[in-house]
């Protein structure tokens, strides 16, 4: 065979094994070197292309269609400087546990370290941040070299999603001419039969006799407290709240959680925990006896001063699968065992269940209400930035998705998203917790179809602005609601604000520029309210409109940080008063 037809079968091979093991999307950024993969997905007529054109704001996409979809999404590009431009989404796919599939095309081993063109090492050139790397071999049409590429694209797949998800890489080195025959016939060629790529990956389940043991060890004590940090299962609500409510406990539940909405009990959910544990005599007076944590870390950081004041109780940290996601570094033993399995296990354990409310649940129940009452019941006619949250939370239409950015955004969603019966996914990129991709990250989980709300700070969506592309490509329906305070509105909460000489340059950060000829320049609606009653009419008309709707909410940020403080204070105030003397 000559070379266009051993180049065409080889990777024709691997893309419709990629397809057979469950891969459905694809994200291309157009490039020489990767034409042989960029037109052979284009032509599979089971997946769906995606072109974008910026690397990064491509795997940042991907990263959005994978976190909505949880399904894996490949990447493709060309060689070169191509492939760094992935690296923060990687990093990102790494620590949230989701799973990209990068596909890197690369100069031939000859045209390496020569002085070529669009060639720099891309040999594992993500560390340790994906959790395989694999140089592929050049291609070839035998028996042998297309099994081969078969197998190296079903195990892609499932090393992908085995065990904790998350990114992989395979490198492709392709010798010129490039452009495939896709006229060959049976291009596709014959799907593996092996059992041997068939990968089972069960849930884990803990023994009966540990799990008896355990539920008679927590019950015999009074004062839990359950915790439900960011992950991704829809039903672990249900059963982690039969659990807490047949146990008398608190459920603190971070907002990526996805218990704090939904059909499911939420009597002893304490949303307003982030409010409340701020004060220290506050925290000290619910001293619990042990926490039991689903989960990653929650993002409120009154919980970890929570968590640093008791480093003698004891932790437990239930995770699916092998992993290490405790930063304090208080005493902790980790539970390797399906989230869900392991609460329903618990509950037909027999141990002992709550007759009635106990003074400790009561408690929490007190304070919570306390707190809630001052976050919900803010009478101000100005629009804030807490205020335009809660008018969100309000409106986001149910059965829908809400994608969170960094900084304030997601501190004031924990603060004011309470709970409801709305079906509302909460997603975010929360891994790395950086403000890079956004855009990218909300357009991408917008692209699966589902209607998707994305909350972001100004820096943030200028940080990614190119990422409203494949909005006005696609005509994907987004609702983006920008609070614009002109700079890094987070920093005026941090110690660096004592610091007037330098804080506007270097924290602050204000930007002085009008999105709204951004906006229309991507083909999008722009609204800009001014009241309350004004954003609430703009994000309804927002739900209304087709492809790409921006909302801007200008806020100042010293008015935001007096605004917030007033808000703790008076909780914290009413507590100490009423309820701990």
Not at 214 to 243: H, R, Y
Not at 438 to 454: D, E, F, H, R, Y
Request: hydrophobic share 40%; net charge negative.
């Amino acid at each position: 065979m000559n070379h266009i037809e051993d180049l065409t079968r080889y990777v024709a091979n691997f893309v419709d094994e990629l397809s057979k093991s469950g891969l459905t999307d694809v994200v291309i950024s157009p490039g020489s070197r990767s034409t042989p993969l960029a037109m052979t997905f284009a032509e599979h007529p089971d997946i769906k292309e995606w072109i974008v054109l910026d690397e990064r704001s491509a795997a940042f996409f991907g990263l959005g269609l994978a976190k909505q979809t949880k399904r894996p999404v490949a990447l493709v590009c060309s060689s070169g400087t191509a492939v760094a431009n992935y690296f923060p989404a990687i990093v990102e796919a790494h620590q949230s546990r989701v799973s990209l599939i990068a596909l890197t095309a690369d100069r031939p081993h000859e045209l390496r370290d020569v002085g070529a063109p669009q060639a720099i090492d891309q040999l594992k050139i993500f560390g340790d941040y994906v959790k395989s790397f694999h140089e592929m071999a050049l291609p070839e049409s035998s028996d042998n070299l297309l099994k081969y590429a078969r197998i190296r694209a079903a195990r892609a797949i499932n090393q992908a999603l085995s065990g904790n998800p998350g990114p992989i890489h395979l490198n492709f080195p392709f010798r010129e001419p490039l452009v495939p025959d896709l006229s060959l016939e049976n291009i596709w060629g014959e799907p593996l039969k092996e059992p041997y790529t068939i990968w089972h990956d069960g849930k884990k389940k803990l023994s009966e006799e540990f799990v008896k043991i355990f539920a008679e060890k927590l019950t015999s004590t009074k004062k839990g407290v359950i915790v439900c940090g960011p992950q991704v299962e829809g039903d672990l609500a249900e059963a982690v709240t039969l659990l807490a409510d047949a146990w008398g406990v608190p459920i603190l539940a971070d907002p990526l959680s996805q218990v704090r909405t939904g059909s499911h009990s939420t009597a002893n959910i304490m949303e307003g925990y982030d409010a409340f544990l701020r004060g220290g005599k506050i925290r000290s007076s619910l001293k619990p006896d042990y926490i039991l944590r689903f989960g990653a870390m929650p993002v409120s950081k009154a919980y970890l001063y929570f968590v640093k004041e008791n480093q003698d109780v004891q932790q437990y940290v239930v995770e699916p699968h092998a992993g290490y996601r405790e930063p304090v570094g208080n005493p902790t033993e980790f539970i390797f065992a399906d989230p869900i399995l392991f609460c329903s296990d618990l509950l037909e354990s027999g141990s002992h269940l709550e007759s009635e409310e106990s003074e400790w649940l009561a408690l929490w129940r007190k304070i919570n209400e306390i707190a809630k009452s001052h976050l919900i019941n803010v009478t101000d006619d100005r629009l804030t930035e807490g205020e335009a949250v809660k008018q969100l939370v309000e409106l986001i239409p149910d059965d829908s998705s809400l994608y969170v950015g960094n900084s304030m955004a997601i501190r004031d969603v924990d603060s004011f998203l309470m709970t409801g019966p709305k079906k509302i996914t909460l997603l975010a990129n929360r891994g790395a917790n950086g403000i890079d991709g956004m855009v990218s990250s909300g357009v991408g989980a917008a692209a699966s179809g589902q209607p998707v709300t994305l909350l972001l700070g100004d820096l943030s969506f200028y940080h990614d602005m190119n990422g409203l592309l494949a909005a006005k490509q696609y005509n994907i329906n987004i609702t983006i609601l920008v609070v614009n305070n002109n700079g890094g509105g987070i920093f005026s909460f941090l110690p660096q604000s004592s610091n007037e000489k330098h804080f506007e340059a270097l924290f602050g950060t204000p930007l002085n520029i009008e999105f709204q000829k951004a906006i229309e320049m991507y083909g999008g609606s722009y609204h800009h309210p001014k009241s309350t009653g004004e954003l609430k009419e703009a994000l309804q008309l927002s739900y209304e409109e087709k492809g790409l709707s921006v909302v801007e909410v200008k806020t100042d940020r010293t008015e935001n940080l007096h605004w917030h403080r007033d808000i703790w204070r008076g909780i914290e105030e009413e507590i100490l008063k009423t309820v701990i003397q």
